[in-house]
């Protein structure tokens, strides 16, 4: 099992920057997927950025070219550098981890809140 704890959340005007931070604990960390996930008042929850075990990364269209996914197995600590924000991207960070091995547990941090002003 793994625990997750996000942080880095704030209030930031459009065009600026934040960088999130999830810190693992309670399992090896490089046999999990990492993944950061948002969730925006009354839609659904929304993968932002993937980096696989492997360091393979995806990315939602939506912040391509603006968020940059890292992950660093000897803290045990998965980042999400976001700029050039914009109101559209206000929402619940979350932090998730898939187990690469069976039975692929995922596991969810309690999430971490950006508010992107106008």
């Known amino acids: 099992q793994v625990q997750l704890v996000e942080s880095g959340g704030d209030l930031v005007q459009a065009g600026g920057s934040l960088r999130l931070s999830c810190a693992a604990s309670?399992?090896?960390?490089?046999?999990?997927?990492m993944g950061w996930y948002r969730q925006a008042p009354g839609k659904r929850r929304e993968l932002v950025a993937r980096?696989?075990?492997?360091?393979?990364?995806k990315y939602a269209e939506s912040v391509k070219g603006r968020f940059t996914i890292s992950r660093d197995n000897a803290k045990a600590t998965v980042y999400l550098q976001m700029n050039s924000l914009n109101p559209e991207d206000t929402a619940v960070y979350y932090c998730?981890?898939?187990?690469?091995?069976?039975?692929?547990?995922?596991?969810w941090g309690r999430g971490t809140q950006v508010t992107v002003s106008s």
């Open positions: 998730n981890a898939h187990h690469i091995y069976y039975p692929y547990y995922d596991y």
């Open positions: 980096i696989t075990s492997g360091g393979n990364i």
């Open positions: 309670g399992s090896i960390f490089s046999t999990y997927d």
